[in-house]
């Protein structure tokens, strides 16, 4: 049976060392509650790092084996390891980038990138140990960056899932990062890379389109002969958990123990762990501000603050945690009263027990970071609040704000807005508390942890499928076989063939597409062949097709069908066709090259076209779809075509069409094979006019009409030269 495997930097149990050896509990983390209905069903693994050192060897197997038991599998790391690749890279590099601090937080260092490399090479390790062809590998978050490809060059039928819990940074911070290109290529293993927020996929893609020579069509990129998908899927908490503490007796407890101790005032709570994303300056700024300008509020709030430690060895922490101190220390030494301190704080952790006593007992929850992923916090406080009252104040840098839209929405950076937010709080009348936090708390419900895992492994097998569908159309070597084999038995064929894109790759000047020696002898071999019929049909102009292919036996169309050129006659064109037209195009289209560095215009007889091929990446894109809603109506009051190409937008008259002009060829003569190749918007034309019993090849993509597809040029020579060769056997046998 295939089983799943879910791989993460840290295992979801603590090891403590003691005296005696070693003590396991169980961690309450969000991605351990949730993946637990994962990796302890049947012969599941999770795969991951202890979170201690251990170096003596009979200790590792001791640990491997109680391990083995709770369904995990550990990754033992050196203390150097666990310095570089964590502290180091993981934590010097990525995370202060995906956070948007670029300048303050970040180092940059060979050596944290050479370990971050051992140590994902050490998960891969443990992951062949398990994994078997068939197999689920599920890698969580930005300490593997590295390992979908890392698995992928192992194992290349397993399904690779990827979550990134952390933001996505735009594309302007991330290629900061001298490694960027390895770090995108090693997620390209992956065959579903999720994220917590649309926008970080739209960073993603648009990162990877700009760094990687890949192709991004919406949510997909298509590497190689590969497609993955991108897609966002909000990370949800154990809602009947937490939803069922407060009813608990030693919750109760320590509920009674708060509303007794603060019964006078209002508690605004605060929990997060030590971190410069968290925005824990900012919010007592706030916090001082209100009770600077609402003097009226002393005595009758509190501030419940707890920061869990993180990292305080780490020069960055430790002031961080100096600067939270100081100023908690002078906004109580200012507005402290007798029997009043304004700011509980508690630098450490709490058990779950304490932490769901004072979700049920705050008025109201702030959380409000610079920049988050997803923010579980604000969930747990809107699943805690079971008599549907409570505010919650939360950052729109969080991803959680894009669901919980009934929060008040703050930006963190704006001290005023956050502080006004926390008076409308404290002001909300209870029926509008409640009218809010039931919408927060049926969303909190229905896309809880568990439906997180249900829709990211239901996409994942849906783009196994998908996958599978695009291999079954690519020209594989048994369907090249099946073709060539159709091909040798027919005696009346005529072939279609595109040029540029087709049987050449693009250049970026469009003049230094020439044919070369190999493509003229595979058009000399098919059209020795008297039963073959060749057609290139391209969008070319009919000057170019002519000077190099005027002296072969083959038919040329050219500039989409305009022009016609039979063996060993001369030019004509379609009759009837104006280009009168031209002169109110023209304009705009040289409007659109001064606004777009790169870009330029091709005149053909009766077309347009402007190219941005060397334009900015996105900015050619962006102004083609400008131009296209600019020129829609233009176009249609003059029967005009607008075509969109690969770096092209093209105006043409609307009579000329491949299609029509394949049509036309084809019936001429009785065919019994029929062919044709393209790789273009125009060339879908021919694709979808040919009979049905055509055989029609897509080059370098599958979404299209035809019915196969090839990856590039080279593919398509190396099947034409195989028609070639199967005559010459056949002639032979």
Same mark, same amino acid.
């Given at each position: 049976?295939?089983?799943?495997?879910?791989?993460?930097?840290?295992?979801?149990?603590?090891?403590?060392?003691?005296?005696?050896?070693?003590?396991?509990?169980?961690?309450?983390?969000?991605?351990?509650?949730?993946?637990?209905?994962?990796?302890?069903?049947?012969?599941?693994?999770?795969?991951?790092?202890?979170?201690?050192?251990?170096?003596?060897?009979?200790?590792?197997?001791?640990?491997?084996?109680?391990?083995?038991?709770?369904?995990?599998?550990?990754?033992?790391?050196?203390?150097?390891?666990?310095?570089?690749?964590?502290?180091?890279?993981?934590?010097?590099?990525?995370?202060?980038?995906?956070?948007?601090?670029?300048?303050?937080?970040?180092?940059?260092?060979? #050596?944290?990138?050479?370990?971050? &490399? *051992?140590?994902? +090479?050490?998960?891969?390790? /443990?992951? =062949?140990?398990? %994994?078997?062809?068939?197999?689920?590998?599920?890698?969580?978050?930005?300490?593997?960056?590295?390992?979908?490809?890392?698995?992928?060059?192992?194992?290349?039928?397993?399904?690779?899932?990827?979550?990134?819990?952390?933001?996505?940074? #735009?594309?302007?911070?991330?290629? &900061? *990062?001298?490694? +960027?290109?390895?770090?995108? /290529?090693? =997620?390209?293993? %992956?065959?579903?890379?999720?994220?917590?927020?649309?926008?970080?996929?739209?960073?993603?893609?648009?990162?990877?389109?700009?760094?990687?020579?890949?192709?991004?069509?919406?949510?997909?990129?298509?590497?190689?002969?590969?497609?993955?998908?991108?897609?966002?899927?909000?990370?949800?908490?154990?809602?009947?958990?937490?939803?069922?503490?407060?009813?608990?007796?030693?919750?109760?407890?320590?509920?009674?123990?708060?509303?007794?101790?603060?019964?006078?005032?209002?508690?605004?709570?605060?929990?997060?762990?030590?971190?410069?994303?968290?925005?824990?300056?900012?919010?007592?700024?706030?916090?001082?501000?209100?009770?600077?300008?609402?003097?009226?509020?002393?005595?009758?709030?509190?501030?419940?603050?707890?920061?869990?430690?993180?990292?305080?060895?780490?020069?960055?922490?430790?002031?961080?945690?100096?600067?939270?101190?100081?100023?908690?220390?002078?906004?109580?030494?200012?507005?402290?009263?007798?029997?009043?301190?304004?700011?509980?704080?508690?630098?450490?952790?709490?058990?779950?027990?304490?932490?769901?006593?004072?979700?049920?007992?705050?008025?109201?929850?702030?959380?409000?970071?610079?920049?988050?992923?997803?923010?579980?916090?604000?969930?747990?406080?809107?699943?805690?609040?079971?008599?549907?009252?409570?505010?919650?104040?939360?950052?729109?840098?969080?991803?959680?704000?894009?669901?919980?839209?009934?929060?008040?929405?703050?930006?963190?950076?704006?001290?005023?807005?956050?502080?006004?937010?926390?008076?409308?709080?404290?002001?909300?009348?209870?029926?509008?508390?409640?009218?809010?936090?039931?919408?927060?708390?049926?969303?909190?419900?229905?896309?809880?942890?568990?439906?997180?895992?249900?829709?990211?492994?239901?996409?994942?097998?849906?783009?196994?499928?998908?996958?599978?569908?695009?291999?079954?159309?690519?020209?594989?070597?048994?369907?090249?076989?099946?073709?060539?084999?159709?091909?040798?038995?027919?005696?009346?064929?005529?072939?279609?063939?595109?040029?540029?894109?087709?049987?050449?790759?693009?250049?970026?000047?469009?003049?230094?597409?020439?044919?070369?020696?190999?493509?003229?002898?595979?058009?000399?071999?098919?059209?020795?062949?008297?039963?073959?019929?060749?057609?290139?049909?391209?969008?070319?102009?009919?000057?170019?097709?002519?000077?190099?292919?005027?002296?072969?036996?083959?038919?040329?169309?050219?500039?989409?069908?305009?022009?016609?050129?039979?063996?060993?006659?001369?030019?004509?064109?379609?009759?009837?066709?104006?280009?009168?037209?031209?002169?109110?195009?023209?304009?705009?289209?040289?409007?659109?090259?001064?606004?777009?560095?790169?870009?330029?215009?091709?005149?053909?007889?009766?077309?347009?076209?402007?190219?941005?091929?060397?334009?900015?990446?996105?900015?050619?894109?962006?102004?083609?779809?400008?131009?296209?809603?600019?020129?829609?109506?233009?176009?249609?009051?003059?029967?005009?075509?607008?075509?969109?190409?690969?770096?092209?937008?093209?105006?043409?008259?609307?009579?000329?069409?491949?299609?029509?002009?394949?049509?036309?060829?084809?019936?001429?003569?009785?065919?019994?094979?029929?062919?044709?190749?393209?790789?273009?918007?125009?060339?879908?034309?021919?694709?979808?006019?040919?009979?049905?019993?055509?055989?029609?090849?897509?080059?370098?993509?599958?979404?299209?009409?035809?019915?196969?597809?090839?990856?590039?040029?080279?593919?398509?020579?190396?099947?034409?030269?195989?028609?070639?060769?199967?005559?010459?056997?056949?002639?032979?046998?």
């Amino acid at each position: 049976m295939p089983k799943t495997i879910i791989v993460s930097n840290r295992l979801p149990v603590k090891i403590s060392k003691i005296d005696e050896g070693y003590v396991f509990s169980s961690s309450e983390g969000g991605l351990a509650t949730g993946l637990r209905s994962v990796y302890k069903h049947g012969n599941n693994k999770w795969i991951g790092w202890p979170g201690i050192e251990v170096t003596e060897q009979n200790d590792r197997e001791n640990i491997r084996q109680q391990l083995a038991e709770m369904s995990l599998a550990p990754v033992f790391l050196e203390q150097e390891e666990i310095n570089q690749y964590y502290e180091g890279f993981s934590n010097d590099v990525l995370w202060p980038v995906f956070h948007y601090y670029i300048s303050t937080y970040t180092v940059y260092k060979q #050596s944290y990138w050479e370990y971050y &490399n *051992i140590v994902n +090479r050490k998960f891969r390790d /443990e992951i =062949l140990k398990i %994994a078997e062809p068939g197999d689920v590998i599920w890698i969580h978050d930005y300490q593997l960056l590295l390992l979908p490809s890392l698995v992928r060059a192992e194992l290349p039928d397993v399904s690779i899932g990827f979550f990134l819990h952390i933001p996505f940074p #735009s594309h302007e911070m991330f290629r &900061n *990062i001298p490694w +960027r290109y390895e770090l995108l /290529e090693g =997620l390209m293993g %992956a065959d579903l890379i999720g994220f917590h927020t649309f926008d970080d996929v739209r960073h993603f893609t648009g990162s990877v389109s700009r760094i990687l020579p890949v192709t991004v069509s919406a949510n997909i990129i298509t590497t190689g002969e590969r497609s993955l998908v991108v897609e966002s899927f909000a990370m949800g908490i154990d809602v009947n958990k937490y939803a069922a503490l407060p009813l608990k007796k030693v919750v109760k407890d320590h509920i009674a123990s708060i509303k007794d101790a603060f019964k006078n005032s209002k508690l605004i709570l605060s929990i997060d762990r030590l971190d410069y994303s968290k925005g824990i300056l900012q919010r007592l700024q706030a916090f001082e501000q209100l009770l600077q300008k609402h003097p009226e509020y002393a005595e009758k709030i509190t501030m419940y603050m707890i920061v869990v430690p993180s990292r305080d060895t780490v020069p960055q922490y430790a002031h961080l945690r100096d600067e939270i101190d100081k100023k908690v220390g002078n906004i109580n030494a200012l507005y402290r009263k007798m029997d009043w301190t304004p700011i509980h704080y508690y630098y450490r952790s709490f058990p779950i027990e304490m932490l769901s006593a004072l979700y049920a007992s705050a008025d109201v929850c702030l959380v409000t970071p610079m920049r988050d992923g997803m923010n579980l916090v604000s969930k747990e406080y809107v699943a805690s609040r079971i008599h549907d009252d409570g505010v919650l104040v939360l950052s729109e840098m969080a991803g959680a704000s894009k669901e919980l839209i009934d929060a008040l929405i703050v930006n963190p950076n704006n001290i005023d807005e956050v502080c006004d937010a926390i008076i409308t709080a404290l002001n909300m009348p209870e029926d509008e508390q409640k009218e809010r936090m039931q919408q927060m708390r049926a969303l909190v419900t229905k896309f809880n942890i568990l439906h997180w895992v249900k829709i990211f492994m239901d996409k994942l097998k849906e783009v196994k499928q998908m996958q599978r569908s695009m291999q079954t159309r690519h020209v594989s070597f048994g369907t090249e076989q099946s073709i060539v084999k159709r091909y040798s038995k027919t005696k009346k064929r005529i072939i279609f063939l595109d040029y540029d894109g087709t049987l050449v790759g693009f250049k970026s000047n469009i003049s230094q597409a020439n044919p070369d020696r190999e493509l003229f002898a595979i058009i000399d071999k098919l059209t020795e062949d008297p039963a073959n019929e060749v057609i290139m049909i391209s969008g070319r102009k009919h000057k170019n097709l002519g000077e190099w292919f005027g002296d072969k036996n083959v038919y040329l169309v050219a500039e989409h069908g305009a022009w016609y050129k039979e063996q060993n006659k001369s030019w004509h064109k379609i009759s009837g066709l104006s280009d009168s037209w031209k002169q109110d195009i023209l304009p705009v289209l040289e409007t659109y090259v001064d606004r777009t560095p790169g870009s330029f215009i091709e005149e053909k007889t009766y077309s347009l076209v402007w190219h941005y091929r060397n334009a900015q990446k996105g900015l050619g894109e962006l102004r083609a779809n400008e131009l296209m809603n600019n020129l829609k109506y233009l176009a249609s009051d003059k029967g005009l075509q607008l075509l969109p190409g690969d770096k092209v937008l093209e105006v043409k008259n609307v009579e000329i069409n491949k299609g029509k002009a394949a049509l036309l060829l084809v019936e001429k003569d009785n065919y019994d094979f029929i062919i044709a190749f393209g790789d273009d918007y125009t060339d879908e034309d021919i694709f979808k006019a040919l009979p049905d019993n055509a055989i029609t090849i897509k080059v370098g993509s599958n979404v299209s009409a035809a019915k196969f597809y090839l990856r590039n040029p080279a593919e398509v020579r190396k099947l034409l030269l195989s028609f070639t060769e199967s005559v010459a056997v056949e002639v032979k046998g």
